[in-house]
């Protein structure tokens, strides 16, 4: 059996926490930016996915 690398942070900080899984729901019908210079300008073509980043962890 093929034992893992040490790394003293993950042993000693993250050794009894389970593998994370990641949930991503499907989008359901995409509404598309019209304007493709104002999509480039935002990074991204979906609206809904245009989250501005704030600057304080997501307080305002």
Do not use: H, S, W
């Not at 359901?28 to 930016?33: F, G, H, R, S």
Request: proline share 12%; charged share 25%.
């Amino acid at each position: 059996m093929m034992q893992r690398p040490q790394r003293p942070f993950m042993n000693d900080m993250m050794g009894n926490f389970p593998i994370g899984m990641a949930y991503v729901p499907m989008q359901q019908a995409p509404v598309l930016y019209e304007n493709l210079e104002e999509a480039f300008n935002r990074g991204t073509i979906f609206p809904e996915l245009d989250k501005p980043f704030m600057g304080k962890r997501g307080r305002r």
